[in-house]
């Protein structure tokens, strides 16, 4: 049975960090594509940093210089670094791994960590 397992997520004060952990048992993490969402409340999911397969990185506007994704094969985890965090940070965290293959596109999801950015 395939699972993602993120964990790291809380109560942090403005200009903070935490780092989330995409921990993956049940498939070979090493040959997906990882990616980092959020979800805050009454908004659109949204794709906060993206690591391919060979190690190369993607980040939306708001996080770039702040966040940074990275993955330890060895241990079939993804981490999402994130600094000086802002309040509009605040959501919840999903880390989803994808991958195509003949018949389409195979992709798994986490349950999602909350992080919350307050004073």
């Known amino acids: 049975q395939v699972q993602l397992v993120e964990s790291g997520g809380g109560l942090v004060q403005p200009e903070g960090s935490l780092r989330l952990s995409c921990a993956a048992s049940g498939i070979i993490f090493v040959i997906y594509d990882v990616g980092w969402y959020r979800q805050a409340p009454g908004k659109q999911r949204e794709l906060v940093a993206t690591?391919?397969?060979?190690?190369?990185?993607n980040y939306v506007d708001s996080v770039k210089g702040r966040f940074t994704i990275s993955r330890d094969n060895a241990k079939n985890t993804v981490y999402l670094q994130m600094n000086s965090l802002k309040p509009e940070d605040t959501a919840v965290y999903s880390c989803n791994a994808k991958r195509v293959v003949t018949s389409g596109l195979v992709d798994y999801w986490g349950q999602g960590t909350q992080v919350t950015v307050s004073s």
């Open positions: 690591i391919t397969t060979s190690g190369r990185t």
